[in-house]
């Protein structure tokens, strides 16, 4: 089957670093992506993994490795704005078109 | 500015009911998705369509209802409403490139009473 652990939630002071892990057991990989939800909003992209490194984009950073089945986003000089659900999700299949799985989201709280 | 347009965005309605759920995008894309997302939970798939007059089950199993007879449009029925059915719905829509995934609506959050 399917699997996507993240963490429930995390708190950090504003200014600090987070980093959020997820890791996946899918039954097959092409692509991780991480989504940035706010409270009754849609959810919205923020980065894109399909092969090993770090991809970095202003103020977040997101790293893939495909052997151990982990992702992690990174969060610098956090901002009050960022509390938010980060979802981490897999296209578990070959078919670039294909459906996206969903972890639960990781519920971060960005405090004064 | 959205591209994907959910209404409606809230609704309070009786058990019994009739509802339909509307989905809108005006990107063009052919993929669609509706999922269903619970307070602190995943998001799970419940139907899907690649096109006009394909429309498929998600892997969460819903009593809901589905079509696509045009590009831009994909409604989601319910023929009787009941309390199990109180959930956020979410509509999405995807194209190439495949790196960026879907774009969502703002979702329609329904509760049965």
């Known amino acids: 089957g399917q699997n996507i652990d993240q963490p429930t939630e995390m708190t950090a002071t504003e200014g600090a670093i987070v980093q959020i892990n997820c890791t996946y057991q899918?039954?097959?990989?092409?692509?991780l992506f991480w989504y940035q939800q706010h409270a009754g909003e849609a959810p919205t992209f923020l980065s894109y993994n399909v092969l090993d490194g770090l991809e970095e984009k202003g103020r977040f950073s997101s790293f893939l490795s495909r052997s151990k089945g982990y992702s992690y986003l990174l969060l610098k000089e956090l901002q009050m704005k960022d509390s938010a659900s980060y979802l981490c999700a897999v296209r578990p299949t070959t078919d670039s078109w294909g459906k996206l799985q969903f972890g639960a989201g990781t519920q971060v709280v960005v405090t004064p | 500015e959205a591209d994907i347009y959910q209404t409606p965005r809230y609704l309070v309605i009786g058990t019994g009911k009739k509802i339909t759920l509307e989905c809108s995008q005006t990107m063009g894309h052919d993929k669609m998705y509706w999922y269903q997302q619970d307070p602190g939970m995943e998001l799970h798939l419940i139907h899907y369509?690649?096109?006009?007059?394909?429309?498929e089950k998600g892997d969460l199993s819903s009593e809901s209802t589905v079509s696509r007879i045009r590009t831009e449009h994909f409604p989601l029925t319910l023929e009787s409403a009941r309390p199990s059915h109180t959930s956020q719905y979410l509509c999405?829509?995807?194209?190439?490139?495949?790196?960026?995934?879907?774009?969502f609506g703002s979702g329609t959050r329904l509760t049965v009473v």
């Open positions: 999405a829509s995807s194209d190439l490139p495949a790196n960026y995934g879907y774009t």
């Open positions: 369509s690649y096109g006009v007059n394909s429309t």
């Open positions: 899918t039954s097959g990989f092409n692509g």
